[in-house]
């Protein structure tokens, strides 16, 4: 899988889990699973500078690690709380 493609299905994964149900959400990164992604790719090690595919690889497995983990609700507060408090902007102080 090229790069585009990569970036081409996180973008139709996470468009399909804004708009579905919690229980919906597991079946629905089953094809990043299929990608060979894995949870928490590439957060080993503290930080460094990512090549292009290392940050598609990372967000992916963020996703995946959000969903195994059951933590959508944990993030959804955080997004609601950023705009409540920053305007929407999370890294604006």
């Known amino acids: 899988m090229t790069d585009a ?44 500078e990512m090549t292009n595919r290392e940050t598609l690889e990372w967000y992916g497995g963020a996703i995946l690690g959000i969903v195994e983990q059951e933590a959508w609700f944990a993030v959804n507060s955080w997004l609601n709380c950023c705009e409540k408090f920053t305007g929407g902007n999370p890294v604006r102080p």
């Not at 579905?20 to 930080?47: F, I, S, Y």
């Open 5 to 48: 493609e990569l970036a081409a299905l996180l973008q139709r994964v996470a468009g399909a889990i804004d708009v579905a149900g919690p229980r919906e959400v597991p079946a629905l990164v089953q094809p990043l699973r299929d990608a060979g992604l894995t949870p928490d790719m590439h957060t080993e090690g503290g930080a460094r």
